[in-house]
């Protein structure tokens, strides 16, 4: 066994502390990884505080890993020490479902692991993530990183980036298109940027005026005050398609307003609350439709990195020490990000 150190939530009403634990020796299919980075993403918090109340604790969390490989199984091929690497939100699945035959891990019908507040396979131990200074994973949900600089702001693409990737790319959205990010954090940044790269005109919508401007530098050519009754009104039926990245309940019908007939909203936001149920003449009137969607697959997760190299688009980063996660929680309920929170692992030593 591996020795571990990293930091757990040992229930849902008290903060990280540190906590030492062991990883599995790697297998011959197994890439060990030391890890450099790892984002701190809304889905942590819901978890630390077992908000949608399926927590396993202890719990450690982090699932946007950016690290170097330190050992390698002897069958593994795609990886070899020193290669830097990142893996996101799952590090296995049944690999033969039909989802997993198409490269949708995320949706495998017999269940995929998650990298923290998973079972193993066949059952097991509670997972650990990368709130840790290592991680042992199965070479094929290994990604490749192929940025060559500024890995701490490359970590949060491994979750906020494949989850506003894949339904932007699902969902078809590319140039002509007139496309609103709602809630402007880690997703919602990462959304802006990657809308932008794919042709559309974006739109950011927030309840922040104070973050419009930082909408316009990362994308977004308008703004919409979600708060603001005269700009919803002005908006209305303006929109091709919407990605709704708010980590709480709210209003869905004042949102579906916005786009023009048969246009999209897609949730990817997961309050604990339920929202209000939307009203049904939101969606008939312009035929409209709610989605919703999970992550990404780990070949799209491969395909969005090389994308985001190509683009040179990373996340807007705040580095803090593993000390500080505690208050970092405090201030992203408060919507006070600029606009993802990565972990230096480098803090952890002498814990
Ligand atoms: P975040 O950084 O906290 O951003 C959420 C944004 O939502 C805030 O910055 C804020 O933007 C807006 N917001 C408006 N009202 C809010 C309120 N009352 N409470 C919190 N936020 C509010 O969170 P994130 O890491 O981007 O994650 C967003 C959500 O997506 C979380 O629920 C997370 O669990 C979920 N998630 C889902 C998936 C998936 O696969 N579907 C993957 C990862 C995360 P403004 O200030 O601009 O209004
Ligand atoms: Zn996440």
Redesign the pocket.
């Known amino acids: 066994m591996i020795k571990t150190r990293g930091y757990a939530a040992h229930s849902g009403d008290q903060p990280l502390q540190p906590f030492n634990f062991e990883r599995r020796t790697p297998g011959p299919g197994d890439v060990q990884i030391d890890i450099l980075y790892c984002g701190v ?3 942590d918090l ?1 978890t630390a505080r077992n908000e949608w109340n399926n927590t396993l604790f202890p719990s450690v969390p982090g699932h946007e890993i950016v690290g170097r490989v330190a050992a390698v199984g002897n069958a593994v091929e795609k990886f070899a020490v020193g290669d830097i690497v990142g893996v996101g939100c799952i590090i296995d699945s049944c690999q033969h479902c039909g989802s997993c035959a198409e490269g949708l891990e995320q949706y495998c019908e017999n269940g995929f692991v998650g990298t923290y507040n998973g079972h193993s396979m066949g059952g097991g131990e509670n997972t650990y993530g990368g709130y840790a200074n290592n991680i042992v994973v199965r070479q094929e949900f290994v990604l490749k990183v192929p940025h060559t600089e500024n890995l701490a702001a490359v970590a949060p693409l491994l ?2 980036g494949i ?1 506003t990737y894949s339904p932007l790319r699902h969902w078809k959205v590319g140039p002509g298109q007139k496309v609103g990010v709602v ?6 940044h990462l959304g802006v940027k990657i809308a932008r790269a794919m042709g559309a005109e974006v739109v950011l919508i ?3 005026p104070a ?1 419009v401007a930082d909408g316009q530098r990362l994308g977004a050519e308008g703004a919409i005050i979600s708060t603001d009754a005269e700009q919803m009104a002005a908006a209305r039926g303006s929109l091709d398609f919407i990605l709704n ?4 309940p ?1 209003n869905l019908d004042a949102l579906l307003a916005l786009l023009k007939r048969d246009g999209t909203m897609t949730l ?4 604990s609350e339920p929202h209000p149920s939307p009203d049904v003449f939101s969606l008939i009137f312009k035929r409209r439709s709610l989605a919703g ?3 990404g697959g780990i070949q799209e997760t491969q395909e969005m990195l090389d994308f985001c190299a190509e683009h040179g688009i990373v996340s807007d980063i705040e580095m803090i020490p593993i000390q500080q996660i505690n208050e970092a929680y405090e201030r ?2 408060k ?1 006070d ?1 600029r ?2 929170f990565v972990i230096d692992m480098d803090s952890l030593q002498g814990e």
């Open positions: 993403c809304h889905s819901h979750c906020a989850t809630g402007l954090g880690g997703l919602g927030t309840t922040s973050k990245t708010v980590a709480a709210h990817v936001g997961a309050p969607s999970l992550i992203m309920l919507g990000v606009y993802r």
